[in-house]
Each structure stands twice: as structure tokens, then as C-alpha cells.
T-cell receptor, first 110, second 114 residues
Framework: GQNIDQPTEMTATEGAIVQINCTYQ??????LFWYQQHAGEAPTFLSY????GLEEKGRFSSFLSRSKGYSYLLLKELQMKDSASYLC???????????FGTGTRLQVFP | SAVISQKPSRDICQRGTSLTIQCQVD?????MFWYRQQPGQSLTLIAT?????????ESGFVIDKFPISRPNLTFSTLTVSNMSPEDSSIYLC???????????FGPGTRLLVL
């Protein structure tokens, strides 16, 4: 079966660093995606990993370990506007469809 | 990046009625998907909209309840049939880009069934 786990909620302070973990067990793997979703809005693409290692994009970085079925999203220099839900999604092998985790609601406090 | 529009953006409907949601993309795409996001939850894939053939439905979703059309490579519709309050949700259209390294989402259709 398909299983993607993320913490439900996290809190952090403005200016700090936060790491949001995602573990997955899926029938095949063809890439892992992270999305940001503000309340009432559609998900916005943040990052894509298909090979092991770290992908850095400005304040956001995403890491993947395929052997461990594990990924994390690292947010640096947190800003209030980073308060949102962060969705981990896995694309299964040979398809384009995404299986989403439950999402992590991040609250950034001043 | 693909620009996706959806109509309507929101609607309030009576139980037992049906609503058709449209998804328009500004470029030709091979894969189009329909997702549902129930209040406070993550996204669940309803089906893959295939151009020129019947949609591929995920477990728990059936064609009679969620008929889908895909007449060309830039447009698709999802109908929510015989609605009940449990169908109250956000319905999102999604497309993949040519590199397959990202998927874009439309703005969503917010549906409330009374």
C-alpha cells in the first residue's frame, strides 16, 4: 500500500530554522515533491527530488534518501509569511500522479 | 510554467444536484489530474483525465459520481453528481510539465453542498 507520514503541526520562531520530515512507503518511486499551501489557496510547488541528496533553493532546501524512504524540507531564516501547510507528495513509478501526505501545518511566531 | 484556470471558483449547491467544474490550461499537456481536498485535510487524487479515452479513477471514486471529460490537451471537466453535504470540498485540477519535474495546480473550486 501507499503510506506517507508527516508531523501534523509544528511551531517555530521568526528568524529560526525548521525541518519538516516526511517518510514514505510506496509501490515504486519516481520523485518526491514539496508544496506550500496557504489557507484558502492552492498548493504552490517548492521542490522536487528524484536522486539522493540535498537540493537548495534560496531559503528552502529539500533532502532525499531513497534507501530510507525519507525526505525533509528545511526552511531557514523563517518569516511570518512562511506560516502555511507543507505537503509532501510522492510520484509512483511510471506514472505522473502524486500521492500526498497529510501535510504539516507550520506556525511561525514573532 | 503552466497557467491553469478553473470555473467556477466557488459555488453553493443543493443536495441532489450536479455541478460541472472546468479546467483550462494555457498550453498543451499530456497529463491532467483532478484532486479533492476536504476541509482541514490533504489532497486526494480522484482520477487522471486521459485525452481521447476514459478517465482512470482511484480507489473509492467512480465514474457515475465523478464523470470526467478531456476533449483536448488543454481542457477538462469534472462533474460532481447527485451531490450530498459530504461532497463539500475544494476540487483542484493539476497538470504536469514537460520535464516531469513539477506539477502545477489550478486555483481550485470551493464547493459547499447544503
Amino acid at each position: 500500500g501507499q503510506n506517507i507520514d508527516q508531523p501534523t503541526e509544528m511551531t517555530a520562531t521568526e528568524g529560526a530554522i525548521v525541518q519538516i520530515n516526511c517518510t514514505y512507503q510506496t509501490s515504486g518511486f519516481n520523485g518526491l515533491f514539496w508544496y506550500q499551501q496557504h489557507a484558502g489557496e492552492a498548493p504552490t510547488f517548492l521542490s522536487y527530488n528524484v536522486l539522493d541528496g540535498l537540493e537548495e533553493k534560496g531559503r528552502f532546501s529539500s533532502f532525499l534518501s531513497r534507501s530510507k524512504g525519507y525526505s525533509y524540507l528545511l526552511l531557514k531564516e523563517l518569516q511570518m509569511k512562511d506560516s502555511a501547510s507543507y505537503l509532501c507528495a510522492v510520484r509512483t513509478y511510471n506514472t505522473d500522479k502524486l500521492i500526498f501526505g497529510t501535510g504539516t501545518r507550520l506556525q511561525v511566531f514573532p | 510554467s503552466a497557467v491553469i484556470s478553473q470555473k467556477p471558483s466557488r459555488d453553493i449547491c443543493q443536495r441532489g444536484t450536479s455541478l460541472t467544474i472546468q479546467c483550462q490550461v494555457d498550453s498543451q499537456v499530456t497529463m491532467m489530474f483532478w484532486y479533492r481536498q476536504q476541509p482541514g485535510q490533504s489532497l486526494t487524487l480522484i482520477a487522471t483525465a486521459n485525452q481521447g479515452s476514459e478517465a482512470t479513477y482511484e480507489s473509492g471514486f467512480v465514474i457515475d459520481k465523478f464523470p470526467i471529460s478531456r476533449p483536448n490537451l488543454t481542457f477538462s471537466t469534472l462533474t460532481v453528481s447527485n451531490m450530498s453535504p459530504e461532497d463539500s470540498s475544494i476540487y483542484l485540477c493539476s497538470v504536469g510539465d514537460s520535464t516531469q519535474e513539477t506539477q502545477y495546480f489550478g486555483p481550485g473550486t470551493r464547493l459547499l453542498v447544503l
